[in-house]
């Protein structure tokens, strides 16, 4: 009989799979398209990808495609509502009841009730099987037949691969060629749709759940399920990105044995199923220790370790507290940023009950520490908000700063820098090689026709705050939360298209004007050369001085930037007087 634990373990999958199939099933009843095999997807690979190739800046309804799209996309069982359009598009009721009129006459959307006035304002305007396939419209380009057949030799090669290889969990019986990937004559193709057919390498279901079970547990203790939520098992996923990876393009379908359809590119004709026993299943208790490794306190403590390091035997174990500072709060493979509920627990603990350790850092007790006056983040008193005795790092772990004009780039700088210094010292203590957390570029944020309004608004007015967005919302009668706006100018300060007036500081809310092509060249020169900021140098938290040359640039920029100021709040004045 099976145990317990492997019991829940393999109910919860079937349960949750049966589920899973079910509601595929409905989505394609729903919403057929001749381009998508009325098959079910392996897995979900497949199921998110695009049915239609769309122009996403082309207009349509007075909006690019990509809004409608977005919208659409957005509009789960019970449709769209007046207020979502209404946000989404900033628009008043008349403009979004017309719009929503206009969907509808496309029969995208069907009226609610009785199309009565008030059915339509307060209703849900129910989306029709032509909308679903517009929400699923994407703008990736077509691929080439070439291309198409290099993707499917792709996936034929893996196949043998991964029935080659005995520690496979599933073995695939056969590939075809489904859908108008299946047709020769289709040139340009926008999928390459493929049914597999996978079979357990087990001959048992218990074993095969067992060791599926088991792959799952030690992917888990080295960090590397991630987010991964999948009912079939974890052995079952593996094989499915060994086939197709992460791309967009090849889309995998289940081949059911009675299906006979499509082309057949891959037949295995040896019966790869084994017969296996292996020991009971348990599920691993969560590995804890009976002290913290960065505030050195007798607390329970968690191991935790980096992607592709086993945890059970991690020497580095956190508290509670500290994994909120450390940034691993609810999961130990993936240190961002401290948790400021963290910060703000520890900091009340110090501040109440005293210091941790009598000697060093008052927070984990090591050398040097200096004992100073520290201010919280958005402080408004000139007096400090704690004076303690803290070592180089945790300053920055508890979100403090040795001054209160310390502007909120820099505080951002320091605990970044702090956080990579306590990782740091931790493997340093553990006899564990440094860890270099690998550069990845940030994407910056998709602009879109709200912050061309936004910039439009700067050119006319020559300055222009998220408050001022606000105020002519509501002018409008369209009721957003100002920081909807702000986020919108940090995404606009990302992209250097704007500025602060005055040499504020980069805050979303200061009051903005456009940044001149000559401004964003001389910027983006400086970030090539130096961040100011503190960073960790590898044994402690320092301010590198900037070069001559970045000095250089920035007294070519505060120039330049004083002459466009003082241009764009003329400006300002003037667009005030014509409003007068």
């Known amino acids: 009989m099976q145990n317990p634990d492997l019991e829940r373990v393999d109910a919860a999958r079937r349960g949750a799979l049966y589920r899973a199939w079910k509601d595929e099933e409905e989505l394609l009843r729903a919403s057929a398209h001749p381009d998508r095999p009325a098959l079910v997807p392996l897995g979900g690979v497949g199921a998110g990808g695009g049915e239609v190739a769309l122009d996403l800046d082309a207009p349509f309804l007075g909006h690019p495609t990509r809004q409608t799209r977005d919208l659409l996309k957005r509009a789960g069982t019970w449709g769209l509502t007046l207020h979502e359009v209404r946000g989404h598009l900033a628009m008043d009721d008349s403009q979004a009841l017309a ?68 520690d496979s969990l599933w073995w695939v019986k056969e590939v075809r060629a489904v859908g108008p990937y299946s047709d020769p004559g289709r040139e340009q193709l926008l999928h390459v749709d493929l049914a597999v057919h996978l079979s357990p390498r087990m001959s048992d279901q218990t074993e095969q759940a067992k060791a599926e079970a088991r792959m799952e547990d030690d992917a888990r203790d080295a960090g590397m399920t991630g987010l991964v939520r999948d009912m079939v098992g974890y052995g079952h996923w593996r094989t499915r990105l060994a086939l197709a990876g992460k791309g967009t393009t090849v889309r995998l379908f289940m081949l059911p044995p009675y299906i006979e359809e499509g082309t057949v590119l891959f037949r295995e004709d040896r019966d790869l199923t084994v017969s296996r026993t292996t020991p009971q299943y348990r599920k691993p208790e969560p590995s804890t220790v009976g002290r913290c490794s960065w505030c050195r306190r007798d607390l329970p403590a968690t191991r935790i370790s980096r992607p592709g390091e086993l945890r059970r035997s991690s020497p580095i174990a956190l508290c509670e507290d500290c994994q909120g500072l450390g940034g691993v709060s609810g999961r130990a493979d993936d240190y961002q940023e401290v948790y400021p509920h963290a910060s703000y627990k520890a900091l009340k603990e110090l501040k109440e009950g005293g210091a941790f350790h009598d000697t060093g850092c008052a927070l984990c007790g090591r050398l040097p520490a200096t004992g100073q006056q520290w201010w919280e983040q958005w402080s408004e008193s000139e007096e400090p908000d704690a004076v303690l005795r803290l070592c180089q790092v945790c300053p920055g772990l508890l979100g403090l700063a040795d001054r209160r004009e310390r502007e909120q780039e820099w505080r951002e700088l320091h605990q970044s820098a702090c956080l990579t210094g306590m990782h740091a010292i931790l493997r340093e203590e553990a006899g564990l090689e440094p860890f270099t957390v690998p550069a990845r570029k940030r994407r910056l944020p998709r602009l879109t026709e709200f912050h061309q309004q936004i910039l439009e608004a700067i050119t006319v007015n020559g300055v222009v705050s998220a408050a001022d967005m606000d105020r002519i919302d509501h002018a409008k009668e369209l009721y957003r939360k100002r920081d909807w706006w702000q986020s919108r100018m940090g995404h606009l300060l990302q992209h250097d298209l704007v500025t602060p007036v005055g040499g504020e500081w980069r805050r979303p809310w200061s009051r903005m004007r456009a940044m001149d092509d000559e401004e964003r060249d001389l910027v983006r020169k400086m970030r090539e050369l130096h961040v100011p900021g503190p960073v960790w140098n590898g044994t402690a938290v320092v301010e590198p001085q900037p070069p001559a040359d970045w000095v250089c640039f920035a007294d070519q920029l505060k120039a330049l930037a004083d002459k466009h100021d003082r241009l764009a709040l003329g400006l300002r004045e003037v667009a005030q007087s014509r409003h007068v």
């Open 99 to 166: 719009y929503l009129g206009a969907m509808a006459d496309q029969g995208l959307l069907i009226a609610p009730g009785s199309g009565t006035a008030a059915d339509q304002d307060g209703g849900h305007w129910k989306i029709t099987a032509d909308g679903v396939q517009l929400g699923r419209g994407t703008g990736r380009k077509m691929v080439s037949r070439a291309r198409a057949d290099a993707l499917a030799a792709k996936v034929v090669t893996a196949a043998r691969d991964i029935n080659a290889d005995p």
